[in-house]
């Protein structure tokens, strides 16, 4: 082979190896439902998907969004609605890794070509001991008011007799 050709071949590893690490670290689809037919390009759809939260072991986050499909869609050029849904909860003990700030992002995503991004951030209500998610949308020129909320109560899992943590004890000031 020669030296072009295997610097090629070599690049297109490494860009495959490198997307297919890029996939490991984004959501889990678990499945989309066509809500629109398209007769020649992609339907547009409802896709909702398991992030689990990157500080917190055993909460998991599932969410859903529209996906527009047409040919924007099939091009990856279309702007996204801001209508997310959001479902936490707990699936295992709970154990919190490091200290975090309210508001801090759990998740993000690209919703348009430019200027929109979705957004998953974690909060938590001390006086409560209860982990709280919120999705959104932001758009950079106006704005983008649409969002929903879902909680985790930090309990006990199973028959374990040790204390659920503090999410209180956690949260920098």
Do not use: H
Not at 2 to 31: E, N, V
Not at 55 to 73: A, F, H, I, M, Q
């Amino acid at each position: 082979m020669s030296p072009s050709k295997t610097t090629g071949l070599a690049l297109g590893l490494c860009l495959a190896l490198a997307g297919a690490a890029q996939a490991d670290d984004g959501p889990d689809l678990i499945f989309r439902k066509s809500t629109n037919f398209k007769l020649l390009t992609p339907n547009d759809k409802l896709a909702t998907y398991g992030i689990d939260d990157p500080l917190v072991d055993n909460v998991v986050c599932y969410y859903t969004v529209p996906e527009k499909g047409g040919v924007s869609g099939m091009l990856g050029t279309a702007e996204q609605t801001s209508d997310v849904s959001i479902a936490c909860r707990q699936f295992g003990p709970i154990r919190i890794k490091d200290k975090f700030a309210q508001g801090d992002v759990v998740f993000s995503e690209r919703r348009s070509l430019l200027f929109k991004r979705m957004q998953i951030v974690r909060g938590c209500d001390a006086k409560r001991n209860v982990l709280v998610y919120m999705v959104y949308s932001d758009k950079l020129i106006e704005g983008s008011p649409k969002n929903s909320t879902s909680t985790v109560p930090i309990e006990p899992w199973g028959g374990s007799t040790e204390p659920a943590p503090k999410c209180a004890d956690f949260v920098q000031n």
